[in-house]
């Protein structure tokens, strides 16, 4: 698929997996087990222009994590975790939401993510995704894990003008 098809406008939602898409896909712990995650600053500012254009946002993760509550709280997005079987998961959301499969857009790295990225009309994933996700993904960004995922999907494959979504001074109607 040519990344310069797809516009903000034919989306539902955006889902994005945490471990390797959100954070680099490493895990810090300390002397009594407490994790710690690498995150990008610069994939706030992306949700909050997603954000200021209605954009639903999921995060869904295997992970049952604090470190994932704590990202997505702070973040505004809401986090869908502890799921045993992303289809499944996927499923419900799109139900309860009365999203179309085929107007959503899944962000994916491992093989976890596989068969959930394969029923959307939409899926992304970073350059250092499993081979899999890469063979099975619309689009391959050049962005690893936790560098930047979001800002240079909404940037470059979108499209998004964060300056004028997020500054503008013109007055809206």
Not at 126 to 139: E, R
């Amino acid at each position: 698929m040519d990344s310069k098809q797809i516009q903000i406008e034919q989306l539902d939602a955006l889902i994005f997996d945490f471990d390797g898409v959100l954070t680099d896909n490493r895990v810090l712990l300390d002397q009594s087990g407490k994790e710690f995650v690498y995150c990008s600053r610069g994939d706030g500012l992306g949700f909050d222009v997603l954000r200021k254009v209605k954009k639903p946002v999921f995060i869904l993760s295997t992970e049952e994590n604090s470190v994932v509550t704590a990202r997505g709280k702070k973040l505004k997005v809401p986090v869908i975790q502890g799921v045993k079987n992303k289809v499944d998961a996927l499923h419900t959301l799109i139900k309860k939401e009365g999203f179309s499969l085929d107007s959503i857009l899944y962000v994916g790295n491992d093989l976890n993510d596989y068969h959930a990225m394969s029923l959307c009309g939409y899926s992304a994933c970073p350059a250092d995704s499993h081979v899999a996700i890469k063979q099975l993904a619309k689009i391959t960004l050049k962005t690893a894990g936790g560098a930047g995922i979001v800002r240079e999907l909404l940037e470059d494959v979108l499209n998004m003008d964060f300056l004028d979504i997020l500054y503008s001074t013109k007055e809206e109607q």
